[in-house]
């Protein structure tokens, strides 16, 4: 089973289809995981959205799903974040936001665990340090976990040898990730949408349960083409600046 694992495309059709093309064009692909936050900040949310339905992808919601159908509040999103996700909530249909409404905070397949943040706080924690990933250890019950949400490709590889219980580190394009059980991991794919390691590359994995690996993609996309549509919707200039550089 090969299955493309995409997260945080934030509406930018142009980046999510040179991803699924570039799964494609490397074998038969089985199925698509997603760790939310299809949504948001981007220009086509109603494309990506009919998109992964297509797909039938397995998909977690992320905090801006749930902003987008006024779930959640936008208090304690930043002023272009607030902006993005007002008018995503705008531009959806009843049909989108109830099938949004609709998606769990964790989903379980083979092996695997998904979530947008953390399991400790699913819509909102960033994975980003050893306090997070320690929690995310302890509350995952599968080997292997996806999570989203921070925009920056990495691995977490449980070390019980370590005072920190755990190494974690950024991966880098074309890495290939050994999955044989020896070790409980978690993987972050990147953002498809809105890379934030410096990379404006759409980011992507492809976990292999055959082969038992997991090996994370970076591919060019037309990003002028995503920036021209922002323009005319409109949407905050830095949201539409920070695609180009990766930030
Ligand atoms: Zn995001």
Known sequence: MRIAVVSDIHANLAALEAVLAHAAA????????NTGDCVGYGPQPGECIARMREAGAVWVAGNHERAATGAISTDEFNPQAAASAIWTAARLS?????FLDSLPETASQPDFTLVHGTL??????????????????????????????????????????????????????????????????????????????GDHRASYGIYDSEAATFTLHRVEYEITATQRLMEDAGLPAWLIERLAIGR
């Open 120 to 197: 400790r706080w699913p819509i909102w924690e960033y994975l980003s340090d050893y306090d997070s990933a320690r929690a995310q250890l302890s509350l995952q019950s599968t080997p292997f976990a996806v999570v989203g949400h921070t925009h920056v490709p990495m691995v977490v590889v449980e070390d019980e040898r370590s005072d920190k219980g755990c190494e974690m580190r950024r991966l880098k394009a074309g890495e290939v990730i050994d999955l044989s059980r020896e070790h409980r991991l978690v993987l972050n794919p990147g953002s498809v949408g809105q890379p934030r390691d």
């Open 94 to 98: 009843a049909d989108e936001k109830s």
């Open 26 to 33: 490397s074998g038969r692909v089985d199925g698509v995981w």
